[in-house]
């Protein structure tokens, strides 16, 4: 049969249907949300004959029309099935019981890209937390996480929470929306009644996808700036440019997988980090590149930086960690340049009163570890690998996928 994801899996099963059919039903969605037909998942179900009364629509929106960070969606009626969609990223990021209390059923169907920033999981915790408040079931229509199953990246601090940071996971934390559900019901300690509608055939550490069913399924960007599988998984290091003045390639067709700046030594950089950390390179090709963002941070200047690669031949997916790599390029940007206007100061996510760094790593540690000239590069890797130790045996018994 080959791979199927969960909506696909949901489609094909007529007890499901025949049970949407007969319910009040909220479907949560984006852009990415298809079958394996490319048909979108809204268009599919209704067309099926499920009552679908309302949509939801996370950070970029339903249709993902919203480039940025902060640039709120408004509720609207969809124009073609005449249904309201109500705003996740907007008034409301909390689903409130008026959207709720109606609904037998909402089903979950956003393509997640593995990282605790992205926020679609934060969505998806607050509706394990919020549904059995209503006595709405949960099903969550399962996908595949492109980043796939190796750990990088720190544990949320406690009392650290944000919208970029519901629970303490590792920033790439190598699970799938289903299995976080299943965690997160656990977590929030309450009467979830959750359905997880499983994947078929999804390999999640089989080449040359490594998470991603290549050949299976096309990329769908899941946000504006998700342009790409590339892009997937780079994204845990590359994020943390959000919280500094390096660019992370906003404005740019390669958003999220080039980083520079125009006042940037980056060779001097680089050659520094080869010669004190040389293993923070492994598994991807790292090359010197220069762009000029048409917005965003520098836009209309030539910024010098690098551009990661993992669609090569030579790729070693295992080895790649990307949040590893780019902390190391912030710590030896900080010793060869003290004096270095590196963090940004402004509101991030609505965090008023908190470091954006600090609020994407999920507390101070990174940035006292980066600002630290006492500390090495062995201290960060003791503590990935602390990290990844841990999550390895709290996560393995929500994993549904060999």
């Excluded at 409301?92 to 890209?113: A, C, G, K």
């Excluded at 929470?161 to 559900?181: D, I, N, W």
């Excluded at 293993?279 to 090359?287: D, E, M, Q, T």
């Excluded at 590069?377 to 690998?385: K, V």
Aim: hydrophobic residues 35%; proline residues 7%.
């Amino acid at each position: 049969m080959g791979f199927q994801s969960g909506i696909d899996k949901l489609l094909s099963d007529q007890a499901l249907t025949d049970r949407l059919k007969k319910c009040r039903v909220g479907l949560i969605a984006h852009p990415a949300s298809i079958t394996g037909k490319g048909e979108h998942s809204l268009d599919a179900l209704i067309k099926a004959g499920c009552n679908i009364v309302r949509a939801f629509g996370p950070q970029h929106g339903m249709r993902g029309d919203k480039q940025d960070n902060m640039i709120e969606s408004s509720d609207y009626s969809d124009p073609h099935h005449k249904i309201p969609v109500i705003s996740l990223y907007g008034k409301h990021r909390y689903p409130t019981e008026e959207m709720l209390s109606d609904l037998d059923i909402v089903l979950f169907d956003l393509q997640d890209i593995g990282c605790r920033i992205y926020t679609y999981i934060t969505t998806l915790y607050y509706f394990c937390e919020a549904c059995p408040q209503s006595g709405s079931e949960l099903w969550v229509l399962d996908r595949p996480n492109p980043a796939g199953r190796p750990i990088d990246g720190l544990f949320l601090e406690a009392g650290e929470e944000s919208f970029v940071g519901c629970a303490s996971l590792p920033t790439r934390h190598g699970m799938t929306v289903g299995e976080l559900a299943t965690y997160f019901k656990v977590l929030t300690k309450n009467e979830l009644d959750l359905q997880i509608i499983k994947m078929e055939d999804y390999q999640p550490s089989e080449p040359p996808g490594f998470g991603w069913p290549l050949l299976a399924r096309p990329w769908i960007n899941p946000s504006p700036n998700a342009a790409s599988l590339n892009m997937a998984r780079c994204f845990a290091g590359t994020v943390l440019l959000e919280g500094t003045t390096l660019s992370e390639g906003r404005g740019t067709t390669t958003p999220l997988e080039v980083i520079g700046a125009p006042d940037w030594p980056i060779h001097e950089v680089i050659n520094e980090l080869e010669r004190e950390a040389p293993h923070v390179f492994a598994g991807a090709l790292i090359r010197s590149t220069f762009f000029s963002p048409t917005f965003h941070k520098h836009a209309g200047r030539l910024c010098s930086g690098i551009q990661m690669h993992t669609d090569y031949p030579d790729y070693q997916h295992s080895l790649f960690k990307p949040f590893r790599l780019i902390a190391s390029i912030l710590k030896t940007t900080r010793q060869l340049l003290p004096d270095y206007e590196l963090w940004r100061f402004h509101e991030y996510e609505y965090e008023l009163d908190r470091t954006p760094i600090d609020v994407i790593n999920g507390g101070p540690w990174l940035r006292t570890w980066i600002d630290d000239n006492e500390e090495s590069y062995d201290t960060l890797d003791r503590e990935l690998i602390k990290t990844a130790s841990a999550w390895e045996a709290q996560r393995a018994p929500y994993l549904m996928y060999p």
